[in-house]
Structures are given as structure tokens and as C-alpha cells.
């Protein structure tokens, strides 16, 4: 099983980008105990754009009839950070719909480049090698653009997932021994990625990070 959760120093861009360590890790547990912007993908998560005059708002994308994404959408009027910010969020939806999918949805490989290519296929393939899905809810907010440098942008997001479920994708229920990671202080962490602009104007998910409680980022979590 691969290390997904290795803490880096949350500091400069420059520093996210060139050592940053893939996404949350993925606990199968024992089997036989059953735990770019939008425009890339035409499933991807709604975007921001409407509450661009106004309030942040809430929005629930649903990926399948048990797994909700409840994404508190951050307030700007400046479509260059919006595209930033839409990019992190299709790309935490998007690999969620590729694990309840069974696979047939591959909406997030647009959405991640250079080594999150591999890392965003290992993470889904191990949910398909290990007969495991997700069930329950999630929850985005917090999410922000921390630091701009030319083409490059580091963006930060806090995930809750204290209602998520690991469950057996043959079956459909929860495994009876649930991962650490939909417990607390584990089911909350900060999420920080450094993003990228290709030559074709899309924004894709280079490097990501993660840090739980009780890393004092995650605290900025806590709600």
C-alpha cells in the first residue's frame, strides 16, 4: 500500500511544489472483516462563479445516491483565482466519482499533471484492487488561494470527513472495521496543492499535501 500522507513544511510555493507528498492514503483493511478548471471535465464539481457577487454559498454535488460533497464555495469576483480554486475541488470530486464509479469515470486524469498523474490513478486503483467504495458525505470549505507566482498558485482547502463510510463495493455496506481516517482527529485535515496553468489556459493539480489534526494547520480547520 502506498504512503500517501508523508507532512511537508507548508511554507512557500517554491517549497510546496518541489516537495510535496501525495494525497490522503487509502486503508482497505481486512477484506474479509466487511474499511484543469471545469472546463476540462463535463462532470466536474459546479462552479464558483455564481456567488462571485455576493456571499460564499453551499452546494451539494451528488455522486452517487450514497455519497454527497457539500462544497462551501469561497467568494471572489476574480475569475483567474475562481479557476484556481474550481480545479482543487473538481479534482477532490473527481477522484471521488472515479472510486464509486467502479472506474468508468476518469473525469480527474484531466485534472492533475506530472507525478499527480500516478499518484491520482494509484489512490483511485487502490479503492478497485481492494473491492472498496464510499458512502456518506464530505465536506469542503475553507478553500482559498494562498499565494500566486506567475503560472503557478498554491491553494488550500479544509476536508472533513467524519460521515464518510469505506464500504464493500460488491456488497454496498460498510466494512466492519472503518479506517482511522473517518474517525476523528484524522476525518479533518487541511489540504494544500500547487496548481499549475498549462499553455492552454487550463489549470491542472500538480502537487498535493495534507496535514490532520493535531498539525497546528489543521487547526484552522476545526469547526
Known amino acids: 500500500m502506498i504512503n500517501m500522507r508523508r507532512l511537508i513544511a507548508l511554507g512557500t510555493l517554491v ?7 501525495a494525497p490522503r492514503p487509502f486503508t482497505p483493511g481486512d477484506k474479509s472483516a466487511a474499511g484543469a478548471s471545469g472546463s476540462s471535465s463535463p462532470a ?7 456567488s462571485a457577487g455576493g456571499g460564499a454559498r453551499s452546494e451539494v454535488v451528488t455522486l452517487s445516491p450514497d455519497l454527497d460533497l457539500v462544497v462551501q464555495w469561497p ?3 476574480d475569475t483567474k483565482r475562481a479557476a ?17 464509479s467502479g472506474g468508468t469515470e476518469e473525469g480527474y486524469k484531466y485534472l492533475v ?6 499518484v491520482a490513478y494509484d489512490w483511485v486503483q487502490n479503492f478497485h484492487d481492494n473491492s472498496r467504495s464510499l458512502q456518506g458525505k464530505a465536506r469542503l470549505y475553507a478553500i482559498r488561494v494562498k499565494a500566486v507566482v506567475g503560472v503557478g498558485a498554491e491553494v ?17 455496506f460498510p466494512v466492519a472495521e472503518q ?6 482527529p484524522e ?12 499553455d492552454d489556459g487550463r489549470w491542472r493539480v500538480k502537487t498535493a499535501s495534507h496535514a490532520t489534526l493535531p498539525h497546528p494547520r489543521a487547526k484552522e480547520c476545526q469547526r
Do not use: F, H
Open 179 to 184: 479506517p482511522s481516517w473517518t474517525r476523528p
Open 15 to 21: 517549497a510546496l511544489c518541489g516537495g510535496c507528498a
Open 84 to 100: 484556481m480554486v474550481k480545479v482543487l475541488v473538481d479534482y477532490y470530486v473527481e477522484t471521488k466519482r472515479a472510486v464509486v
Open 44 to 50: 466536474s464539481a459546479p462552479s464558483p462563479s455564481a
Open 156 to 172: 488550500e482547502m479544509c476536508v472533513n470527513e467524519a460521515e464518510l463510510r469505506l464500504t464493500d463495493a460488491e456488497t454496498g
Open 113 to 118: 499533471q506530472d507525478e499527480m498523474s500516478r
Open 75 to 77: 467568494r471572489t469576483r
Open 187 to 198: 476525518s479533518t485535515y487541511i489540504m494544500v496543492a500547487g496548481v499549475r496553468q498549462g
